[in-house]
């Protein structure tokens, strides 16, 4: 069972203020109180801008995937076929991996790595990781779980197709463990390929009550 950390020392924004960027406020830390009180309202933390202060973000709309809704290609399925999948085994590696700074627009820095490093420590924080024949890192994901929700936050991939098979290994364990809202906070080209979709604000928040609560 995940360990409760201390609780929350800040007041934070609401979610349901954020800007025409979904920014609601600026400030406080990445203690492991502070981020659950921010995922159970509706919020996450991302840099203002690189080296900047913690920018707490509630996009409207906001990205899901329905848990039903994945869509997995014939080539993706061939995919699975080729990888082996595992649960947070090098948590700290899918995390670095994540924050490669070669990557465009990367944004986790040394404090975002320790602080969900924690996080995973105390039961909360989750890896999926991809490995191929050699038993190698080659395409992962990590994100916060409470209760039915799962939180996603980044992922990777060094061979083709890593990435999206984790992700759906991901929806089947979440399917599994009745889990109910799978946020993936903004959708992308990459992610509406595979089932994400936009919804308003106000809605996720309603979703995300009940799945905090365990409700379906």
């Given amino acids: 069972m995940p360990v409760e950390p201390p609780p929350c ?7 349901e203020l954020g ?10 830390d990445l203690a492991p109180g502070t981020l659950l009180a921010a995922y159970r309202t509706g919020l996450f933390p ?3 801008f690189p080296d900047g202060p913690i920018a707490w973000w509630s996009p409207d709309p906001r990205g899901i995937i329905p848990l039903d809704g994945l ?18 085994t090098d948590f700290e ?6 924050a490669d ?4 627009h990367g944004w986790i820095d040394e404090g975002f790595i320790a602080a969900y490093v924690e996080l995973h420590g105390l039961g909360w924080a989750h890896s999926i990781e991809t490995r191929d024949a050699t038993g190698a890192l080659v395409g ?6 409470i209760g039915g929700l799962f939180a996603g936050e980044s992922m990777f991939h060094r061979a083709t197709d890593a990435s999206k098979v984790a992700l759906v290994a991901t929806v089947e364990l979440l399917r599994h463990t009745g889990a109910t809202l799978f946020d993936v906070q903004w959708t992308t080209d990459h992610l509406e390929s ?5 919804v308003p604000r106000s809605e996720y928040l309603t979703r995300l009550r009940d799945a905090v609560r365990g409700r379906a």
Avoid at 19 to 28: F, L, P, Q, R
Avoid at 71 to 88: E, G, P, Q, Y
Avoid at 194 to 198: F, I, M
């Fill in 93 to 98: 590696g899918v995390m670095r991996a994540c």
């Fill in 19 to 28: 800007d025409e960027h979904g920014v609601c406020g600026i400030g406080a």
């Fill in 140 to 145: 992962g994901l990590y994100g916060v779980q």
């Fill in 101 to 104: 700074p070669r990557r465009p």
């Fill in 46 to 48: 991302m840099r203002a």
């Fill in 194 to 198: 595979l089932g994400a979709v936009d």
């Fill in 71 to 88: 869509r997995v290609s014939r080539s993706l399925r061939r995919a699975t076929a080729r990888f082996d999948v595992t649960f947070d």
């Fill in 9 to 15: 020392e800040w007041l934070l924004p609401s979610p």
